[in-house]
């Protein structure tokens, strides 16, 4: 699975979007992009993912560059509760299973009020 | 429908003891990951299952540990003798089929202290 680079922390106010970046510049033509949290030491979870296009859920926006190199989590309202380390992590189908997925080290978000 | 249930949420073994973990997956999904989570550190996947068989466990630890998933019950996830070092938080995921564009849905973890 290709490499990604996230920054350490970010700040946002509450109310605000929250625009969270992340470089996979070695990802390949068949792998997605995902987007997990994970709020203290609570179980991850899943907020989107995408290949190419940009999706859009109840809980945010993901925006993938058109060469896919990079991509940005938005979450267009942000609150205190999403105060969380968020994980941006490519994953490719490796053709004898689908491989588990590999969290670095994420972005630490933190809302303010 | 209720999420991925994993139990018991905290777990205490003394040094040598064995622990098991368990995990049941959400309705209808047959694939089932661990992963564990060290203190201060990041999520390493551990071992990916089917029922009943063994997909992926290169992140498995060559000894003491072992992960089965059995065509009724849940995931079990055995740590024999276990040593301090094994002191984690374990979380399971499940997601309905082998394919990277659906999403593994995480439970709550089993938070093992070993003493």
């Known amino acids: 699975d290709a490499k990604t680079t996230q920054p350490t922390s970010m700040d946002c106010a509450e109310g605000r979007a929250a625009n969270l970046p992340c470089n996979h510049s070695t990802i390949s033509g068949n792998e997605y992009v995902y987007w997990y949290r994970q709020i203290h030491s609570q179980g991850p979870q899943y907020i989107i993912h995408?290949?190419?296009n940009n999706e859009t859920n109840e809980m945010a926006s993901l925006i993938i560059t058109e060469d896919r190199k990079s991509s940005t989590l938005i979450l267009p309202h942000a609150t205190l509760r999403d105060t969380a380390v968020y994980y941006c992590?490519?994953?490719?189908?490796?053709?004898?299973?689908?491989?588990?997925?590999?969290f670095g080290k994420g972005t630490h978000l933190i809302i303010q009020p | 429908n209720a999420g991925v249930m994993q139990n018991p949420r905290h777990l205490v073994r003394r040094r040598g003891q064995e622990a098991r973990l368990r995990c049941s997956p959400m309705k209808g999904h047959s694939h089932v990951y661990w992963y564990r989570q060290l203190p201060e550190e990041g999520l390493k996947f551990m071992v990916y299952?089917?029922?009943?068989?063994?997909?992926?466990e290169s992140g498995m630890p060559k000894e003491r540990f072992s992960a089965e998933f059995p065509k009724e019950g849940p995931s079990i996830l055995r740590i024999q003798q276990v040593v301090r070092g094994d002191s984690a938080a374990y979380f399971c995921a499940s997601s309905p089929r082998q394919n990277p564009s659906d999403e593994q849905y995480f439970g709550p973890g089993t938070r093992l202290t070993v003493t």
């Open positions: 992590i490519v994953r490719a189908y490796s053709g004898g299973g689908a491989d588990g997925l590999t």
């Open positions: 995408g290949l190419k």
């Open positions: 299952l089917q029922k009943e068989n063994i997909i992926d």
